[in-house]
């Protein structure tokens, strides 16, 4: 528990950390980083390079300061840090680590104002909040543990299949190494895989949704090879694109994460992707299709053209197999060879105006998934017509920023 004291000392520390609080999570990650190497393993550090995660730990650190007195409005978020963390394998002993060097670092800051008062009620709010999280990953590592099929942490998984699905995606069929079922989960979920990154020369884990509904015996993820080699945010997919063969083992986690759909709910539900962001959708969709199949269900898709359309025989069939369910499909860059009305639906980036026609039930859920500019502007298209933020769900990959 924090002393009234300590409460007003963090409060107080609000200013500072909305003026410099990308310094100091930039020279925590510096000073970690240097201090414990063996920790770049754990952190995705194209996010690293980017100043991704610094600036995602500077809005959670002043979130917190702003929110000393009620911890409890961070539940979500919570929630959200400890499921990313359950699936890169973070261990209690890690938060010691974070913590010295998190509150070494605000000493650095500020100097002479760091005086002991402060510095002890940082060291106590920090060490409430490790609590918090400790104690909910404790909670997702049992219950992944505890389902059938389950596990926490990392488990071996060999490369039973590999498909290239169109330019650029690849799709890896994962089984259990040691031969072992798997649990079930829900659609939308997403794994991390770990695995050595030889450009980078560090064993590093990403994120990746699973891109089949559950139930075949296998976990696939489905990779769109990013940018280039040279790039930090490309090294991954590079990397499994080039060297991840069928019968190859890699690490992965447990399934996790809260974009799903209430599958035997009555109201619609408009997908709403673009590019590599279909992925979390298709196993939305053939869940659907099998276990609520009469539910009206709008898929609206944007990709360039007919080879950039991962995953499009799955949507199919599964619309198809729906008589409430309707596809639209924009693409932005239509080859010659793609036909209207068969390839695709209409030319260029999704309209407010098309949304309009989609959406004129105010009771239907949205789905959003898709390169982040996609997403702000389709999210702001939605307000504008009225539908109101609880009905908008998206998912953001890698740190999961993007409002
Ligand atoms: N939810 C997430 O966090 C996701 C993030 N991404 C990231 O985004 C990047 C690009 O993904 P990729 O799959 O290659 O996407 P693409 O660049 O292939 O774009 C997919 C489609 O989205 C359209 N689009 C892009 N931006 C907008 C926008 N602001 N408004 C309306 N339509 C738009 C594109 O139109 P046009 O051809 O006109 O640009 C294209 O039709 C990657 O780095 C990827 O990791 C991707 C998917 C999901």
Same mark, same amino acid.
Request: proline share 6%; glycine share 8%.
């Given at each position: ?53 610094? *600036? ?11 929110? !000393? ?16 963390? /359950?699936?890169?394998? !973070? ?7 974070? $913590? ?8 650095? &800051?500020? $100097? ?19 609590? &918090?999280? !400790? ?57 991390s895989v770990r695995t050595f990154v030889k450009e980078l020369g560090l064993v590093q884990p990403r994120q990746y949704t699973i ?36 019968g190859d083992v890699i690490d992965v986690s447990a399934p996790t994460g809260d974009f799903t759909i209430d599958v035997k709910a ?5 997908? =709403? ?7 979390? *959708?298709?196993? *939305? ?18 990709t360039q053209n007919s080879e950039t359309y991962p995953l499009r025989a799955e949507v199919e069939r599964a619309v198809s197999g ?18 209207? $009305? ?12 098309? &949304? ?12 959003? /998934? ?7 502007? =389709? ?7 009225? !539908? ?16």
């Amino acid at each position: 528990m924090l002393t009234a004291n300590q409460i007003a000392l963090i409060k107080a520390s609000v200013p500072f950390l909305e003026e410099h609080g990308l310094e100091l999570t930039t020279h925590f990650y510096r000073r970690m980083l240097e201090g414990n190497p063996e920790l770049k393993s754990v952190f995705n550090q194209a996010h690293q390079m980017k100043g991704e995660q610094q *600036m995602s730990l500077a809005v959670a650190v002043l979130a917190y300061a702003k929110n !000393i007195e009620n911890p409890a409005v961070l539940a979500g978020a919570v929630r959200r840090i400890a499921q990313k963390h /359950c699936t890169i394998g !973070i261990r209690p002993e890690q938060y010691a680590i974070v $913590g010295r060097h998190l509150i070494a670092s605000l000493g650095e &800051l500020l $100097g002479e104002a760091a005086t002991p008062e402060l510095v002890d009620a940082w060291t106590a709010a920090y060490q409430q909040l490790a609590d &918090l999280l !400790i104690a909910t990953e404790q909670k997702i590592y049992d219950e992944q543990a505890n389902v059938e099929g389950g596990w926490s942490s990392w488990r071996p998984m060999r490369v039973a299949n590999r498909v290239e699905e169109c330019r650029d995606v690849v799709s890896f069929y994962l089984e259990p190494a040691d031969g072992g079922p798997l649990p079930a989960y829900a659609p939308g979920q997403y794994v991390s895989v770990r695995t050595f990154v030889k450009e980078l020369g560090l064993v590093q884990p990403r994120q990746y949704t699973i891109s089949q509904a559950s139930g075949t015996g296998f976990i696939r993820i489905t990779v769109k090879r990013i940018a280039g080699d040279t790039t930090p945010e490309g090294r991954m997919s590079n990397h499994l694109h080039k060297y991840l063969k069928t019968g190859d083992v890699i690490d992965v986690s447990a399934p996790t994460g809260d974009f799903t759909i209430d599958v035997k709910a009555e109201h619609p539900v408009v997908f =709403i992707a673009a590019g590599i962001g279909i992925t979390p *959708m298709v196993p *939305m969709i053939e869940t659907l299709a099998t276990e609520n199949p009469l539910r009206e269900v709008h898929f609206i898709y944007s990709t360039q053209n007919s080879e950039t359309y991962p995953l499009r025989a799955e949507v199919e069939r599964a619309v198809s197999g729906m008589p409430n369910a309707a596809s639209a499909v924009f693409f932005t860059k239509p080859l010659e060879k793609d036909r209207i $009305g068969v390839d695709y639906n209409a030319e260029g980036r999704i309209s407010v105006d098309e &949304l309009r026609n989609f959406c004129q039930n105010p009771d239907a859920d949205f789905y959003l /998934c898709g390169p982040i500019p996609f997403m702000k502007s =389709i999210a702001e298209a939605l307000r504008s017509i009225g !539908i109101i933020a609880p009905r908008i769900h998206s998912e953001a990959f890698g740190t999961g920023d993007w409002e």
